[in-house]
């Protein structure tokens, strides 16, 4: 009777687990986006249109919007067709194997932004390392002019973006069956056929929740564009960064961002008409997307496995190594395919590190001489100094509100049978899939009323919001490989929920939330959109700092920046994908 009179109602749990999140993402998600959104159609007390007329009534702004779409195809198709290989190698490898290979996508995709395309100005300037290799064998008689244009762009972009198209796939791929193909084989379908009809499928929703995901980062990016564009490559983003910072135009900007969340809504209608947002979570198509549009794919398929088959008759001895290959994917044509694309990924931002120590050379290539002076020059530079610590701060913090928040929002997500589960990852999933610059302005407005506008505090918060999804997706992994028999033998010996808890849970778990930590304080920690707006004119953090001395004034210094930059996340990495491999043992 006891037991009866404290048990607890069935809503609580849920409740407690995931409120904390839910509080979180309603006051500085959904009230501030939204706020924004209101701008647009309600100025001073009442209704308006206006800042969708000024929007329409020229055709500078849907020039704007039609080069961010070209761009963010364009870069969401390459980073997909470059990606496919490189996750598909990566998949088929053993697991002590995949953690070397794997760490490079990693570095790649956790090293700054700013990093990446600082290092894109060095290879691709009048100096750099394209046009010094260029020159010396004969193909050109004087530097061209590689910078500031399409092609440009497009390089740094799917450089920036290859990662996150490879991890995504990734996790789809380490979940398919190899012996299906192999199958296939056995039973007399060609290397090709097999390929496409058998094991493309499986892995298609990898590839479209990859490309999903380049292209609504994409759509949002600013950094790469502001950086190594022209004006012909100008992005929407950009136009509403001029709004807030230059005219604070607020309703205006709200209604750019609405033009652009409406874009990306778009997208993901005809992702689910096509495919089915199921799809995203690793389940197969829905059947009632559309039979005719299934007996298409299946035709393109069969036609490009012949015509892979075609291809590969043309070298019999690669045919046959194919055909007889336990792994697949570790065939030399792959290998060199996939060494060469994590050469692209990792050579830019490793490039630094000579130029961080050369002598006077500057930026040019080769770097020429031993000096330590840009190191002396950032130790002795106050706003350096100051603004890394405050990076330090506010990851710090931000990390430990994000691991506080996310880790039982995760455990509700990886051990409950609650109904509407999928809406609430949906939920969880927001500040990855809403444009990064609506969530900054969004929270910028709400911070300026509030008066946390170049606080730390507000930094952490904003900084929560983008972290927490980082450590719900990395506990919910690490979740679905407990055995919760060791809390029930725990409880049977007469343990109570907090002992157990205590005792058996986190110290099993510790390396996991160590690893969620880690990933959190990386994210904070090279977070620019928020930082942009929210730190204030004289409380910048480092890669405001960083992106103020490149647009203003291009220095040495920041070859040495970049390559503390580059290290530290080495060393993250390598922490957290330890504890991780702890965990799961």
Same mark, same amino acid.
């Given at each position: 009777m006891r037991r009866t009179a404290l048990r607890r109602p069935p809503w609580l749990r849920p409740l407690l687990l995931g409120g904390p999140l839910a509080l979180l993402f309603l006051?500085?998600?959904?009230?501030?986006?939204?706020?924004?959104?209101? #701008?647009? /159609?309600?100025?001073?007390?009442?209704?308006?249109?206006?800042?969708?007329?000024?929007?329409?009534?020229?055709?500078?702004?849907?020039? &704007?919007?039609?080069?961010?779409?070209?761009?963010?195809?364009?870069?969401? &198709?390459?980073? /997909?067709?470059?990606?496919? $290989? &490189?996750?598909?190698?990566?998949?088929?490898?053993?697991?002590?194997?995949?953690?070397?290979?794997?760490?490079?996508?990693?570095?790649?995709?956790?090293?700054?932004?700013?990093?990446?395309?600082?290092?894109?100005? /060095?290879?691709?300037?009048?100096?750099?390392?394209?046009?010094?290799?260029?020159?010396?064998?004969?193909?050109?008689?004087?530097?061209?002019?590689?910078?500031?244009?399409?092609?440009?762009?497009? &390089?740094?972009? @799917?450089?920036?973006?290859?990662? #996150?198209?490879?991890?995504?796939?990734?996790?789809?791929?380490?979940?398919?069956?190899?012996?299906?193909?192999?199958?296939?084989?056995?039973?007399?379908?060609?290397?090709?056929?097999?390929?496409?009809?058998?094991?493309?499928?499986?892995?298609?929703?990898g590839v479209a929740a990859g490309a999903i995901m380049v292209f609504v980062t994409a759509i949002g990016f600013f950094i790469v564009p502001a950086l190594l564009g022209g004006r012909k490559e100008t992005m929407i983003t950009q136009l509403i960064i001029e709004q807030v910072q230059q005219t604070m135009n607020w309703g205006f900007a709200g209604a750019i961002s609405v033009l652009m969340l409406i874009v990306v809504l778009a997208v993901f209608a005809v992702y689910d008409k096509l495919l089915g947002l199921s799809t995203m979570a690793g389940t197969s198509p829905e059947h009632g997307s559309s039979a005719t549009l299934h007996r298409q794919a299946q035709a393109l398929l069969a036609a490009l496995g012949s015509a892979s088959d075609r291809l590969l008759a043309l070298f019999p001895r690669a045919g046959r190594n194919i055909g007889r290959n336990t792994e697949p994917g570790r065939s030399l044509p792959m290998c060199a395919f996939v060494v060469l694309a994590l050469l692209?990924?990792?050579?830019?931002?490793?490039?630094?590190?000579?130029?961080? /120590?050369?002598?006077?050379?500057?930026?040019?290539?080769?770097?020429?001489?031993?000096?330590?002076?840009?190191?002396?020059?950032?130790?002795?530079? $106050?706003?350096?100094?100051?603004?890394?610590?405050?990076?330090?701060?506010?990851?710090?913090?931000?990390?430990?509100?994000?691991?506080?928040?996310?880790? $039982?929002?995760?455990?509700?997500?990886?051990?409950?049978?609650?109904?509407?589960?999928?809406? #609430?990852?949906?939920?969880?999933?927001?500040?990855?899939?809403?444009?990064?610059?609506?969530?900054?302005?969004?929270?910028?407005?709400?911070?300026?009323? @509030?008066?946390?506008?170049?606080?730390?505090f507000g930094l952490m918060l904003g900084h929560t919001v983008i972290a927490v999804p980082y450590v719900v997706l990395t506990m919910m992994a690490v979740l679905r490989n407990y055995d919760m028999r060791l809390d029930l033998a725990a409880q049977s010996l007469g343990a109570r929920p907090w002992q157990t808890l205590r005792h058996v849970t986190f110290p099993i778990l510790a390396a996991g939330l160590m690893s969620s930590f880690l990933f959190a304080f990386a994210t904070s920690f090279d977070e620019l959109t928020i930082s942009l707006f929210a730190s204030g004119g004289m409380s910048a953090t480092l890669p405001k700092q960083f992106w103020d001395q490149v647009t203003l004034q291009i220095s040495p210094v920041i070859a040495a920046v970049s390559t503390c930059l580059l290290a530290f996340i080495a060393v993250l990495l390598r922490v957290a994908d330890r504890l991780r491999r702890r965990s799961l043992q």
């Open positions: 006051l500085l998600l959904v009230y501030p986006v939204g706020q924004l959104l209101l #701008l647009s /159609v309600y100025s001073d007390g009442a209704f308006t249109l206006a800042p969708y007329r000024q929007l329409f009534a020229s055709s500078v702004y849907v020039n &704007v919007m039609l080069i961010t779409l070209k761009i963010s195809v364009c870069t969401t &198709v390459l980073s /997909v067709i470059a990606g496919y $290989p &490189v996750a598909y190698l990566i998949a088929s490898l053993s697991r002590q194997h995949k953690s070397a290979w794997l760490f490079w996508v990693l570095l790649s995709f956790w090293t700054s932004f700013l990093v990446r395309a600082f290092a894109w100005i /060095v290879v691709l300037g009048r100096n750099g390392v394209i046009n010094q290799l260029l020159t010396a064998t004969g193909l050109q008689d004087a530097p061209a002019n590689l910078l500031y244009s399409l092609g440009a762009v497009l &390089v740094s972009m @799917v450089h920036a973006l290859m990662p #996150l198209a490879v991890l995504t796939m990734l996790s789809v791929m380490e979940n398919i069956d190899r012996n299906l193909p192999r199958a296939a084989l056995t039973l007399g379908a060609r290397p090709g056929t097999a390929f496409w009809r058998v094991y493309f499928p499986l892995s298609m929703p692209f990924l990792s050579v830019p931002a490793l490039l630094m590190i000579p130029l961080s /120590v050369a002598g006077r050379s500057g930026l040019n290539w080769p770097p020429s001489g031993f000096s330590l002076q840009y190191y002396q020059e950032l130790l002795a530079a $106050p706003l350096w100094l100051q603004a890394g610590l405050r990076s330090l701060i506010v990851g710090l913090g931000a990390s430990a509100l994000a691991l506080l928040i996310g880790t $039982p929002a995760a455990l509700l997500l990886a051990r409950s049978n609650m109904r509407g589960k999928s809406l #609430l990852l949906a939920f969880v999933l927001s500040p990855i899939i809403v444009p990064r610059m609506i969530i900054a302005v969004g929270l910028f407005y709400f911070f300026a009323k @509030v008066g946390l506008v170049g606080s730390s």
